[in-house]
């Protein structure tokens, strides 16, 4: 496998993330679709993972794995048409900046909620 698949899996794994966006906010969506979809971007954000990043090798393979897995799932639960028209959105650039400081204040809150209650648990545990 090259370098050059392996960007091209990258890009179309972004677009698919991007597409899957569009589908959480159509109504003709099915709802299991949109539970994994929520399960999946979830998982992808939390900074907690099911096998632990600094266990070599294994750390990280629950990411290359479940992930894409995940994605791969919720884009067969969609309807074709629809993620035609999503696909097709993602492709227009029609995401907007105002979508991109959303998505980055959360992970940075989340971030920031994590750092506060380790700190909390370390004072606590050190009176």
Same mark, same amino acid.
């Given at each position: 496998?090259n370098?050059?698949?392996?960007?091209n899996k990258?890009?179309?794994?972004?677009? %698919?993330?991007?597409?899957?966006?569009?589908?959480?906010? %159509?109504?003709r969506?099915?709802?299991?679709?949109?539970?994994?979809?929520i399960?999946?971007v979830?998982?992808?954000?939390?900074?907690?993972?099911?096998?632990? %990043?600094?266990?070599?090798?294994?750390?990280?393979?629950d990411?290359?794995?479940?992930?894409?897995?995940?994605?791969a799932?919720?884009?067969?639960?969609?309807p074709?048409?629809?993620?035609?028209?999503?696909?097709?959105?993602?492709?227009?650039?029609?995401?907007?900046?105002?979508?991109?400081?959303?998505?980055?204040?959360?992970?940075?809150?989340?971030?920031?909620?994590?750092?506060?209650?380790?700190?909390?648990?370390?004072i606590?545990?050190?009176?």
């Open positions: 496998m370098i050059e698949n392996l960007k990258a890009r179309r794994l972004k677009n %698919d993330t991007l597409a899957l966006y569009f589908a959480l906010q %159509d109504p969506v099915p709802f299991f679709a949109k539970t994994i979809i399960f999946i979830g998982y992808a954000l939390s900074p907690i993972d099911l096998i632990p %990043d600094f266990i070599p090798v294994l750390g990280y393979l990411d290359l794995i479940i992930v894409p897995l995940g994605i799932l919720a884009l067969k639960m969609i074709k048409e629809i993620l035609v028209e999503c696909r097709e959105k993602v492709k227009n650039g029609t995401l907007n900046t105002k979508i991109k400081w959303i998505g980055a204040i959360i992970v940075i809150s989340i971030w920031i909620l994590i750092i506060y209650i380790s700190i909390k648990i370390i606590a545990h050190k009176s």
